[in-house]
């Protein structure tokens, strides 16, 4: 009886201490993320991966700073304090670069171009880059190449919406991005948004290698898998090896071309693409390209400007799709524009900038399209502020780098006190800096263009607190092409089609270093008639 007595006293205690256990990690998990001996806060990590982004916002939003152990002393602090911001990638730059972790993770990828230089190596990229970046030049040859590929897209969306077909608009505008960067960066026409639709497999290739160097990141067995040749290391060998194969073809085929062109006495000058550009470079001996450099140099542009724009396109439509109330102020506000700009022409004595149409072909839908992007300048478009403000609110809340990891050279003490050990890394997460009620105020987590106007104006915010092209010395390259080209599509295609999610269709991301839609964007689309 008594050893029956003592094993059921036992049997409380053990239950007890379960209890408190479970109690204090249930308390701790309100404040971080449960932390176990030797794993750290692996379990949760992986269990939330699918869903990281959303994971860390509860988190961030009670404590703007906070510390997640992994096993092997992988060790990130993650902010959406804009002083901490601000000190990581401008006061205290130096101290933390991309950080030989993200070089090794993303090196497959990346290669030795700008998203993967520090130092020196990256002043030298970033100052021949700005150049090429900030001439007149590659920006009118881009308004030309945005606008024609935009043009493209609505054909196919015409017909879309004429034979009641959905269509998934992710996989629409990843096509139409891959084509516009492929031409501006190689001079090269990749024909992804032909009507057919056709599969390339370069496209495919290049979403594999990004997902798997992503998960890296969160892996502590890639290393071991990679030496094993197995599972998803196994996978981005050959993914990325059909990247190269696909770069290294481009890159000879166009030496070829340009050398007969200069045989050919052909004014070379007249190719506006970045490899001409980066190729003259090369030939009046101010840099050094071999095939690997421009491999590097220009895969990095496209990894740069494709899945970015393409899924800040997404999200855009998304947004639109969810609040049909902006859309018809964005119809309102583009018919106006037409209004005026038709108004002007006919003031300059019907002096029309393109090919002339008849009331005949007027009439007919495309042409209707192709009228109205003729008014669709890089001036013209910065007219469009309501525009300017939904797409600015859309990268507020779905930044297209969600977060963005860099190195700790030394250790250091963040403006709000946390200390950050060197080898660790830091992380400034922008996709919860757009949710965060300190920053944004109570309606954080609303789509509202409206809080970027003032007199219908849109004001310009510190880039340490809406983060979405980065901020300081390594701000986004391509933040005015970007902006072009979002301003380009979003315009003709607002203008002239209205778009409804799919019925039932789950609209989810997917865990990788851009914030795509996991299955894309199914969508119907109507033809807007006036
Ligand atoms: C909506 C579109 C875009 C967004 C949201 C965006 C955002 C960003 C962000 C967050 C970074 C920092 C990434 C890092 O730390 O590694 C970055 C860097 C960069 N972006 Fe963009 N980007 C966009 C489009 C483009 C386009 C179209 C180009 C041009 C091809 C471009 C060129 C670059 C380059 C070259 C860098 C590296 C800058 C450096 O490290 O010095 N981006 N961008």
């Known amino acids: 009886m008594n050893i029956l007595l003592i094993r059921f006293k036992c049997f409380i205690k053990i239950v007890n201490i379960t209890t408190l256990v479970i109690r204090l990690y249930g308390v701790r998990k309100k404040r971080a993320p449960i932390k176990w001996p030797l794993l750290g806060s692996l379990v949760e990590v992986l269990w939330n991966y699918h869903r990281y982004n959303d994971w860390l916002v509860p988190y961030l939003q009670k404590a703007s700073t906070m510390r997640v152990d992994l096993p092997a002393g992988l060790t990130y602090t993650y902010t959406v304090d804009p002083l901490n911001v601000e000190h990581i990638l401008k006061n205290n730059f ?32 970033r100052k021949t880059a700005s150049f090429e970046f900030s001439s007149k030049i590659l920006r009118d040859f881009s308004t030309v190449v945005f606008k024609e590929y935009t043009l493209n897209l609505a054909a196919i969306l015409d017909n879309a919406a004429t034979a009641h077909q959905a269509v998934d608009m992710q996989d629409l505008f990843m096509r139409m991005t891959l084509d516009a960067i492929c031409k501006i960066s190689f001079g090269v026409e990749m024909g992804s948004l032909a009507p057919s639709l056709p599969t390339i497999p370069f496209a495919k290739a290049f979403e594999t290698t990004n997902e798997i160097v992503t998960a890296r990141f969160v892996d502590p067995l890639w290393k071991l898998k990679r030496f094993l040749n197995v599972s998803s290391e196994a996978t981005v060998l ?7 194969d696909f770069v290294y073809n481009v ?7 340009l050398k007969e062109l200069q045989q050919s006495q052909n004014d070379i000058l007249k190719r506006k693409d970045l490899f001409t550009r980066f190729l003259l470079l090369n030939e009046e001996g101010t840099e050094t390209y071999t095939d690997k450099n421009l491999r590097d140099t220009m895969l990095n542009f496209v990894i740069a400007g494709r899945d970015t724009t393409a899924v800040t396109l997404s999200w855009f439509v998304y947004m639109i799709c969810s609040h049909p109330d902006v859309a018809d102020k964005i119809h309102e506000e583009l018919c106006a524009f037409e209004k005026e700009r038709e108004k002007e022409e006919q003031a300059n004595f ?17 042409h209707r399209v192709a009228k109205f992007s003729q008014h669709l300048t890089y001036e013209s478009l910065l007219k469009l502020q309501y525009l300017h403000a939904a797409i600015l609110e859309t990268l507020r809340l779905y930044p297209a780098v969600p977060l963005d990891p860099k190195g700790v050279i030394a250790d250091d003490l963040l403006p709000d006190g946390t200390k950050v050990k060197k080898g660790s890394l830091v992380v400034y997460v922008a996709y919860a800096m757009g949710r ?23 004001q310009p915010e510190s880039p340490f607190k809406f983060t979405a092209f980065q901020a300081g010395p390594r701000i986004c390259l391509g933040k005015d092409s970007a902006m072009l080209q979002l301003k380009m599509a979003t315009s ?24 795509l839609l996991a299955g894309g964007l199914k969508v119907t689309v109507t033809k807007r008639m006036t």
């Open 436 to 458: 965060m009620t300190a920053l944004w105020g109570a309606d954080a987590c609303d789509f509202k263009p409206e809080r970027w106007l003032k007199d219908g104006v849109v």
């Open 238 to 244: 050959q993914s990325a090896k059909e990247i190269d």
């Open 94 to 125: 130096a101290n933390y670069p991309k950080g030989d972790a993200f070089k090794e993770n993303m090196h497959i990828f990346l290669g030795d171009g700008i998203f993967n230089a520090d130092g020196e190596e990256w002043r030298r990229q």
């Open 251 to 257: 890159i000879r085929t166009r030496r070829i071309e």
């Open 350 to 366: 019907n002096h029309s900038v393109g090919i002339s149409l008849s009331e005949d072909t007027l009439s007919n839908f495309s």
């Open 492 to 515: 003709i295609l607002c203008r002239f089609f209205k778009f409804q999610v799919f019925p039932g269709f789950p609209v989810k991301f997917r865990q990788m270093s851009t914030l």
